[in-house]
DNA sequence: GTCTATACGCGGATAGAC
DNA sequence: GTCTATCCGCGTATAGAC
């Protein structure tokens, strides 16, 4: 009933937003490289020239879904920030969550990385993806020697690699093929970030003279 | 008149490392995205329907690819090793030197990881791509508890997350747009890894019940 | 705001000649 | 082993009607 009504209303309602959903379900089914505007279109309902009425062409709809993979990324990082005491704790529970994210939202994953998508000319993309970070931003300040920006953002990179890693690594299959794969890999995130904070004296170190 | 002749004998010769070397250029010109095996076909100087009696399709082409690339790595991933003497050392330059191969062969490492390849369907893929970590593989279970297989694998997985991330983080542009930021991510690589495996006991912990 | 129809271009892949 | 010619299908984007 609801259903039938919410459908009935895209015609007259939130088209953009059913185009968004109708993009990762196609990503889900199908990969990136298959998307097409059209097939979104014809999946949502409508005719193939509607989505132009809303995005100016497909990079536009992929900023779109890029925007809201963004906002889901945050609510789960506020959520783990919120669960633990200790910036440590905070995360390696970020960078495990990152990597469940990976993994349970992976259409979302793929456009946010895939997608080949320039900031620059997106700057709403820009302002979602900072947003997403900030706290754990926060945490992370807090176990640098000096507090300075520029620690901050070493640790932060250093993070954000590991965990780009080995979500990365997940999907390519170097886990398994298990279900299991996304607890196991979610650990070995979490156990590395620990690692790499253990021993983040050495981040701070000035680099060998080259 | 060495590049004549080799062009000439693109007929009769080695088409398929022509049209592989072709795959390589079009690539870093306009990505993987917008590769086609007619561009490859054009651009190599042969007719668009000549690379379909060397690959049976498109995707035959890009494993070849990927062979390549991974042929390439391993050959990096050697000469760090043999410069280094400590394992913590070899690791870690091992780590800067797959951030170096991202950048400096950008359409090896995008076919190597763009192209969506099973490697089940490709076991010469398979086995290039075990090939290239072997040598660092051997550097890694020196450094575990026991030297099992499982805590040696745990270390590689932790190692290879770190790496590709920070390959990926550069390839987005998260360390800058200056032809410096290569070396700036190379070395936060290195740092990492170094700091990873100096914390490297919480790794081999039992994980938290969950 | 959505539809129908259309212009335009490209790629994959095959058949058959040489 | 390579060429020419061709079939087939798909996607992007726009124009103009409703």
Redesign the interface.
């Known amino acids: 009933m609801a259903k039938t009504q919410t459908r009935a209303s895209y015609h007259h309602g939130d088209l953009p937003a059913a185009l968004v959903a109708a993009t990762f379900e196609l990503v889900g089914e199908s990969?990136l490289?298959d998307f097409s505007v059209a097939e979104a279109a014809r999946r949502t309902g409508v005719s193939i020239s509607a989505p132009y009425r809303h995005f100016a062409d497909r990079e536009e709809l992929l900023a779109a879904c890029a925007i809201a993979a963004c906002q889901e990324l945050k609510r789960r990082f506020d959520a783990e920030l919120a669960g633990e005491r200790t910036p440590a704790g905070q995360l390696s529970a970020v960078s495990a969550a990152y990597v469940r994210f990976a993994a349970e939202q992976r259409p979302m994953f793929e456009v946010l990385?895939?997608a080949?998508l320039d900031k620059t000319k997106h700057p709403a993309l820009a302002l979602a993806a900072i947003e997403a970070l900030a706290a754990a931003e926060a945490a992370a300040r807090k176990l640098t020697p000096t507090g300075s920006d520029e620690e901050t953002g070493?640790l932060v990179?250093?993070l954000?690699?590991?965990?780009?890693?080995?979500a990365?690594?997940l999907l390519?299959?170097?886990?398994g093929d298990q279900p299991s794969a996304v607890?196991l890999a979610a650990?070995?995130?979490?156990?590395?970030t620990?690692?790499?904070?253990?021993?983040?004296?050495?981040?701070f170190?000035e680099?060998?003279a080259?």
Chains 1, 2 share one sequence.
């Open positions: 990969g490289q990385h895939g080949g070493t990179q250093a954000t690699g590991l965990s780009q890693g080995h990365t690594l390519d299959g170097a886990f607890d650990d070995r995130a979490r156990a590395a620990a690692a790499l904070l253990r021993g983040r004296s050495l981040l170190a680099p060998k080259r």
